[in-house]
């Protein structure tokens, strides 16, 4: 039986501006020339595998990264997807990297998960292949993009609800963003999700740019891994919506987690950063910062297990 609580104290979002910043047009023409144009012959890398059905030990996470933002992550006794993308292209932008996991083999998973409307995180035909025993969750406003998309149940949240099943919780939290699909549905919610089970956490953090919200999460969910986006931070508007990796190793660590996981990089190319520069940024700092040994960057498709910090600490 699945039971959502609202927030007692909700909090307002943490918006950002849908205007661009003064330079776009510059900014846009270097990223039609020297990233969108150069990859739309360039043949894609890597290969999709299957996914383990078996789940992990007791005490401990398997975090498998699809590509972009997805995931599938599997704890002892349940599992859920997020950001689920398949996609070959958006729009102009070419995947990059095939994505890790076969779709046609994909496990039934107790959720699935949507952080918000945006398209590259939103995937409505990867939606409808996908399934789920309890139904997606979304954030609040978006509901009416994935109810016909065939899932049982339909679960929209704001910033701190929570929704419980059975042992497994889904807590909706802030972000600095924006969920508008489209320009003028600007009503619609983003953020990210702390998932539990057991004495087991993981933290996605949807597509934020760095804020001070970091600190609250930290303080009311210590997760073990800690999904974080490292690219496309050198945005063609300008504006401040997404990490660089200084960034993410800095809410990382107000956060306290266990272990950061990077994501949002190498798959589509959605920033003017250099291909290769969100890993290398964020590895250089995270040595700096003495943290390096709980950075572990993932290859599509293979299964990352880790050992919840309740456990480790028993």
């Excluded at 995931?71 to 995947?95: C, E, T, Y």
């Excluded at 953090?205 to 009311?220: L, P």
Aim: hydrophobic share 35%; net charge neutral.
């Amino acid at each position: 039986m699945a039971q959502l609580n609202k927030s007692s104290n909700p909090q307002h979002r943490d918006y950002a501006s849908i205007m661009p910043k003064k330079g776009w047009p510059r900014r846009n023409y270097h990223f039609l020339r020297k990233r969108i144009l150069p990859q739309i012959l360039k043949k894609r890398h890597g290969e999709s595998k299957p996914p383990i059905p078996a789940p992990p030990a007791d005490g401990k996470i398997r975090v498998t990264w699809i590509g972009h933002a997805s995931f599938l992550v599997q704890f002892p006794n349940h599992s859920v997807i997020i950001d689920p993308n398949w996609a070959n292209w958006h729009g102009v932008v070419k995947r990059q990297r095939e994505p890790g996991l076969d779709l046609t083999r994909m496990p039934q998973v107790d959720l699935v998960m949507v952080t918000h409307a945006h398209f590259d995180h939103l995937h409505k035909k990867s939606l409808k292949i996908l399934e789920s025993h309890k139904g997606i969750v979304v954030p609040q406003g978006s509901g009416s993009l994935v109810k016909k998309l065939g899932f049982s149940q339909v679960y929209e949240m704001a910033v701190w609800d929570d929704l419980k099943l059975e042992d497994l919780t889904i807590t909706h939290t802030p972000s600095h963003h924006w969920g508008a699909r489209y320009l003028h549905d600007t009503h619609r919610d983003y953020g990210g999700y702390v998932v539990s089970s057991g004495i087991c956490k993981v933290f996605h953090c949807g597509d934020s740019a760095y804020f001070e919200g970091f600190k609250e999460i930290g303080k009311r969910h210590t997760p073990d891994v800690a999904l974080m986006p490292i690219g496309a931070y050198d945005t063609p508007s300008g504006r401040d919506v997404h990490m660089n990796p200084e960034e993410a190793i800095r809410a990382f660590i107000e956060m306290e987690a266990g272990i950061l996981i990077p994501m949002h990089y190498g798959t589509f190319p959605l920033g003017n950063e250099p291909y290769h520069e969100p890993v290398e940024r964020l590895m250089k700092e995270a040595e700096r910062l003495g943290v390096a040994d709980r950075v572990l960057i993932p290859e599509e498709g293979i299964g990352i297990e880790v050992q919840c910090l309740a456990e480790a600490k028993a």
